[in-house]
């Protein structure tokens, strides 16, 4: 069966430091691979996105993804932590044509301590 | 250009009712697709249209359904309403140009259901 899975439902950093969120897949072939943020009370965001390629993904504000497929895994990651980056990130898996429908992870909470 | 539209923001309702959600998708777009997120099951795939036509279902029952209309604005309706349907409605617009799969889908901030 298709499914992603976030193992850590909840992670606390400090500001400025460094972050990983993992995220793993289990998929018939290499789908579309998403992370997206959510903030309280908002839809969700698309940070970055791999598609094929380059295994190591750049997105938006300052976060990137290594795509590795022994592992079936597309961990998110950044270097610094801002406090405005506290919010739940979502893995999200998409089939290859056909559809744009999306499996998503159970999602990670991100708070982040001055 | 504007983002993905949904109305109303906030919605209660009682049990036994029907209820009818709204969205706009961002303008040339022509897939929409539709996900309950709630507490318990995460965020989960309801339904996708693309020209019209439902491309796409996720296991939901026959009381959620969905339509497009010729200018890409997708409704959904749930009948019959059940204290479990209380959840966040987000749908989702993409080009669709691709023929589906991996495109970018921008997100709606969602109908906020409370069924009583």
């Known amino acids: 069966a298709q499914s992603v899975t976030q193992p850590d439902i909840h992670i606390t950093v400090s500001e400025g430091a460094s972050l990983e969120l993992r995220c793993n897949y289990s998929y018939g072939a290499t789908p579309y691979l998403f992370w997206y943020v959510q903030s309280p009370g908002q839809g969700l965001q698309l940070l970055l996105k791999y598609f094929s390629g380059d295994t190591l993904v750049q997105g938006i504000k300052g976060f990137e993804a290594e795509f590795k497929r022994s592992q079936s895994s597309f961990n998110l990651r950044k270097p610094s932590v801002h406090w405005s980056d506290a919010a739940e990130y979502f893995c999200?898996?998409?089939?290859?044509?056909?559809?744009?429908?999306?499996?998503f992870g159970t999602g990670t909470r991100l708070q982040v301590f001055p | 250009k504007a983002g993905v539209t949904q109305t109303p923001r906030y919605l209660i309702k009682t049990r036994g009712q029907q209820v009818t959600l709204s969205c706009s998708p961002i303008?040339?777009?022509?897939?929409v697709s539709w996900y309950q997120q709630t507490p318990g099951q995460g965020l989960q795939f309801l339904f996708e249209?693309?020209?019209?036509?439902?491309?796409n279902k996720g296991n939901f029952p026959g009381r959620f359904s969905g339509r497009q209309f010729s200018n890409s604005r997708s409704e959904m309706n749930v009948s019959t309403l059940e204290l479990g349907d209380s959840a966040l409605y987000l749908c989702?617009?993409?080009?669709?140009?691709?023929?589906?799969?991996?495109?970018?889908?921008?997100f709606g901030p969602g109908t906020r259901l409370l069924v009583l």
């Open positions: 249209y693309f020209s019209e036509t439902q491309r």
């Open positions: 303008s040339g777009h022509r897939s």
């Open positions: 989702a617009s993409s080009s669709g140009l691709a023929g589906g799969g991996g495109e970018t889908q921008y």
């Open positions: 999200a898996v998409g089939p290859r044509g056909g559809t744009d429908k999306l499996i």
